[in-house]
Structures are given as structure tokens and as C-alpha cells.
């Protein structure tokens, strides 16, 4: 399914002014496609996401996920559902729980929002499925390893699988390799595009450094909470 962006504003007080952080912002994102959003720092890009990705609410405006509209929500339960159920949001910080095994830290996601631990079979089923994602991104081998004796590279792989658990629909990436050098930041990039090819799922990922956005499938650049879209052919120049 594909995401449609119609008209976003969000006006913020500012002392004894207002300040707009998304300015009539409308695009769309087609099933599998990789956008990289660029901009100056305090453009709006991680407002933006936090719209989408039904931590904030926009003033008015819509973001359709298919036939989801993820503005709709009007309580912090019904975001909370949304989020569970069709979006996967990569944070620059992980914030992964370092003494819990790795396989144990994605097992964490189908439990979110439920007071009954899973039925052994449900168990068995999620077991499997953190397992293949692990191998998919490389980590297989490390399953039953402490999230704190990973390296950086490795955690943002393990945040990445923990956001591709629920299978989500639209996957919202902010900042993933700030931390990493050029070459675990280009292995992570990669992962991702690939993953979003996978499961099919629009995808927006956040980030200032232009030799990753480069390689994504489409840019757009955000100033001052309005979109900028850049034409294809001047990434490549
Ligand atoms: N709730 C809020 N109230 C007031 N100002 C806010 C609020 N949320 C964000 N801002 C301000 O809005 C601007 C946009 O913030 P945002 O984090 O979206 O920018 P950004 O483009 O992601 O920046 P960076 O690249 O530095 O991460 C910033 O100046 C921020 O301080």
C-alpha cells in the first residue's frame, strides 16, 4: 500500500508567538519506496515524522496508509494501536535494553498492548519469525547474545529488525547511522532499502548525510516545514 500526505500544518506556540513546523506539506509514497528527507536542523523533518508516525498530532491535513488514516487517531490509545499494528519506527537512539538477549528484545514486540503472555504455540511462532528477520539482516549468529555486547553497527541492525517485527505497513527511519562510521552506515542503508523492498512498505528515512541519501530511491528536502522535492537528476550530479 502506498502513503498519501495531504496538506500537514502544525503551528506550535513559541513564547508569546506561534511557530510553524509543517507547512501545507503533501506527497506521496508508492509501496516499497525509499525517501530520503533532507533539510537544515529545526526544518521539521522529525516533526514530520512524529505526525506520521502518530506521536504528535498535525493541526489539520491527513496521511493516508493505504485506507488508514493515520491523522485519525483521537486518543493516545488509538495511536498506540496504530503504531502497533502497521507501523515500524526506527529512533537514532534504540534505546535497547542491554542485558535482555537479542532474540528476547524483539520477542518484546508482539507483547506490546497485551496483559496475557503468549500461548506456547504463539511463542513457538514468534520465535521463528525474530529468527528468520535476524538471519535476513545478518544477525543469526548472534540471537542469544547480550544487546550490550554488540557493537553500533550490529544495535542499529537489532533496532532495525525490532521496527520490522510487526510486519509494518510504513516504516519511519529518523537518523539511523548518525552514530556509525561510512561503512556500517552504508551496511545499514542498504538493509534498510532492501527490507522495504521486502515487505513492500513506504518508507521515510530521516537523515543529514548525503552520501546514504544518496542512495535511496527518491529525496525530498524539507525547509523551514514546507517540501522541497528534488529531481532525481540532481542527486546524481
Ligand atoms: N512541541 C514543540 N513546541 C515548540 N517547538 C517545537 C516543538 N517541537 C519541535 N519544535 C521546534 O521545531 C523545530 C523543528 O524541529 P524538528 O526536530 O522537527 O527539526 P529537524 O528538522 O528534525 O531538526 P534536526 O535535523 O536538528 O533533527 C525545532 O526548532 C524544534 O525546536
Do not use: W
Request: aromatic share 2%.
Amino acid at each position: 500500500m502506498s502513503l498519501h500526505v495531504k496538506n500537514l500544518n502544525l503551528t506550535v506556540a513559541d513564547g508569546s508567538t506561534s511557530r510553524t513546523l509543517l507547512n501545507n506539506i503533501s506527497f506521496d509514497v508508492r509501496a516499497g519506496e525509499v525517501v530520503g528527507i533532507t533539510g537544515p536542523s529545526g526544518s521539521g523533518k522529525s516533526t514530520l515524522l512524529g505526525v506520521l508516525g502518530c506521536l504528535q498530532r498535525a493541526d489539520s491535513g491527513s496521511a493516508v496508509l493505504g485506507n488508514i488514516d493515520l491523522t485519525a487517531a483521537t486518543s493516545n490509545k488509538e495511536s498506540a494501536a496504530l503504531r502497533r499494528t502497521h507501523l515500524g519506527i526506527v529512533f537514532q537512539q534504540p534505546n535497547l535494553l542491554p542485558s535482555l538477549k537479542v532474540l528476547d528484545q524483539l520477542l518484546l514486540i508482539p507483547r506490546l498492548g497485551k496483559i496475557l503472555p503468549p500461548s506456547r504455540k504463539e511463542n513457538a511462532k514468534n520465535t521463528t519469525k525474530a529468527l528468520d528477520l535476524l538471519g535476513s539482516i545478518g544477525l543469526g549468529d548472534l540471537a542469544y547474545r547480550k544487546v550490550g555486547e554488540l557493537s553500533g553497527g550490529q544495535q542499529a541492525r537489532v533496532n532495525l529488525a525490532r521496527a520490522l517485527m510487526n510486519s509494518p505497513k510504513l516504516l519511519l527511519v529518523d537518523e539511523p547511522t548518525a552514530a556509525l562510521d561510512q561503512h556500517s552506515a552504508a551496511e545499514v542503508t542498504e538493509l534498510i532499502l532492501a527490507m522495504a523492498h521486502h515487505y513492500n512498505a513506504p518508507t521515510l528515512y530521516v537523515s543529514h548525510d548525503i552520501e546514504q541519501i544518496k542512495t535511496l530511491d527518491r529525496q525530498i528536502e524539507l525547509i523551514d516545514g514546507r517540501v522541497q522535492e528534488i529531481p532525481s537528476a540532481l542527486i546524481d550530479s
